[in-house]
Antibody, heavy 121, light 108 residues
Framework: EVQLVESGGGLVQPGGSLRLSCAAS????????MHWVRQAPGKGLVWVAR????????EYADSVKGRFTISRDNAKNTLYLQLNSLEADDTAMYYC??????????????WGQGTLVTVSS | DIQMTQSPSSLSASVGARVTITCRAS??????LNWYQQKPGTAPRLLIF???TLQSGLPSRFSGSGSGTDFTLTISSLQPEDSATYYC??????????FGGGTKVEIK
């Protein structure tokens, strides 16, 4: 079955940076859009960013635009999220999730277990 | 941006009860609506896509309906393992791929 495993979370001071990774396996990674979705403690789900299978198109939520960068390495089957200028409101569990391939239906059909980012001094 | 509003925010029902959760979009999204289930401490999982198509392998007591702006998720006979938070999500207007605020379902 499809597997997504996030890593890279941790405690960081306000204004700091972090890079999250999501290792994908058991599917043709380069064929699929990939997303990051976050969830603040006790709160709901918020979409953060997405990237096309070939890496040529990216989009972001307004709340992270200019601070976060989504990227991927299809040779390594790995998705990344670079988090810069972190704020307390960025504290959340960050999930990677698989999107559609080609013209397939747009949903998040597989999710990783999440990696926790805590922004605090 | 399209806003997604779920109701109720929480509910409590007995095993065997029929449960309905509503999701409303701020403008028409055709059938571009997905539902997710999230149990405490775990990642969400896709339940229903395209408003009414049940994800493979999931029990048939879950069903979805609706089109345009109004959607429902129904659990026909609530089971103890259905205790979770349920989220709707629109995939019509991208970005952002917005979620509803969630409905927490508890077993009486």
């Amino acid at each position: 079955e499809v597997q997504l495993v996030e890593s890279g979370g941790g405690l960081v001071q306000p204004g700091g940076s972090l890079r999250l990774s999501c290792a994908a396996s058991r599917f043709i990674f380069s064929n699929y859009w990939m997303h990051w979705v976050r969830q603040a403690p006790g709160k709901g789900l918020v979409w953060v960013a997405r990237i096309r299978g070939d890496g040529t198109s990216t989009e972001y939520a307004d709340s992270v635009k200019g601070r976060f960068t989504i990227s991927r390495d299809n040779a390594k089957n790995t998705l990344y999220l670079q988090l810069n200028s972190l704020e307390a409101d960025d504290t959340a569990m960050y999930y990677c999730a698989r999107g559609p391939s080609g013209s397939g239906w747009s949903s998040f059909d597989y999710w990783g277990q999440g990696t926790l980012v805590t922004v605090s001094s | 941006d399209i806003q997604m509003t779920q109701s109720p925010s929480s509910l409590s029902a007995s095993v065997g009860a029929r449960v309905t959760i509503t999701c409303r979009a701020s403008r028409s999204i055709s059938n571009y609506l997905n539902w997710y289930q999230q149990k405490p401490g775990t990642a969400p999982r896709l339940l229903i896509f395209a408003a009414s198509t049940l994800q493979s392998g999931l029990p048939s007591r879950f069903s979805g309906s609706g089109s345009g702006t109004d959607f429902t998720l129904t659990i026909s006979s609530l089971q103890p393992e259905d205790s979770a938070t349920y989220y709707c999500q629109q995939s019509y207007n991208t970005p952002p791929l917005s979620f509803g605020g969630g409905t927490k379902v508890e077993i009486k």
